[in-house]
């Protein structure tokens, strides 16, 4: 079993519609949960992060945390042509001298005009 | 800053044939990472610096190495290039010092894209 696991889409949306991705995660000792947007041919940027279970809002973007079922979501409103890139989950295991990124399979959303 | 910046952006190789890709980073950051991004299958962690001089492997080590003499720089060598390294290549890098949490933002270059025939 893959330690994040991730819809890998491609989802297709209009212009303005609500969008959600989801990541899922079978590691409990995961203390942060980020979202990575990577525009085509270029590299992952940091969306999101969210240390503990909740909501985290900003701008369009909520990121939410489900640790008892362990399970992430993040929901993109009023989306935008310019929202249109693959999204990275990815979780870390903070501590030590590793501290190492586990990353989603990417989801892939196209946003239409 | 220009961040985090890789040469070459483009590159093809024959089976067997050596080459570095190269990455610098003016962030002054401590830890610097290499990874590589097939299709469905996200990033895979190559290597790590936890500084100047210090490396480790990561999930996908074989056939690579690296170095850090430097805080800046952290190339990749590919000894004997193979189909299987046909791949793109992403640097990125993180200032962790001191105690406490970190969320260890990991911030990446644009990238390499490497085709091995």
């Known amino acids: 079993q893959k330690e994040v696991e991730q819809d890998p889409g491609p989802l297709s949306v209009p212009e303005g519609a609500i969008v959600s991705l989801n990541c899922t995660y079978s590691?409990?000792?995961?203390?942060?949960f980020m979202w990575y947007r990577q525009y085509s041919r270029k590299g992952p940027e940091l969306l999101m992060y969210?240390?503990?279970?909740g909501n985290k809002e900003d701008g369009r973007f909520t990121a939410q945390v489900d640790k008892s079922s362990k399970y992430i979501s993040l929901f993109i409103r009023d989306s935008q042509p310019s929202d249109s890139a693959t999204y990275l989950c990815?979780?870390?295991?903070?501590?030590?001298?590793?501290?190492?990124?586990?990353f989603g399979t990417g989801t892939l959303l196209a946003v239409q005009p | 800053n220009a961040g985090v910046t890789q040469t070459p952006k483009f590159r093809i190789l024959k089976i067997g044939q050596s080459m570095t890709l190269q990455c610098t980073q003016d962030?002054?950051?401590?830890?610097m990472y290499w990874y590589r991004q097939d299709p469905g299958m996200g990033l895979k962690l190559i290597y790590y610096?936890?500084?100047?001089?210090?490396?480790d492997k990561g999930e996908v080590p074989n056939g690579y190495n690296v170095s850090r003499s430097t805080t800046e720089d952290f190339p990749l060598r590919l000894e004997l290039a193979a189909p299987s390294q046909t791949s793109v290549y992403f640097c990125?890098?993180?200032?962790?010092?001191?105690?406490?949490?970190?969320?260890?933002?990991?911030?990446f270059g644009p990238g390499t894209r490497l085709t091995v025939l």
């Open positions: 590691n409990s000792a995961f203390q942060y």
């Open positions: 990815a979780m870390l295991h903070y501590g030590g001298a590793t501290n190492k990124l586990i």
């Open positions: 969210t240390y503990s279970s």
């Open positions: 610096s936890v500084g100047a001089g210090i490396t």
């Open positions: 990125a890098s993180s200032d962790r010092r001191g105690g406490g949490t970190s969320t260890d933002t990991q911030y």
């Open positions: 962030m002054n950051h401590n830890y």
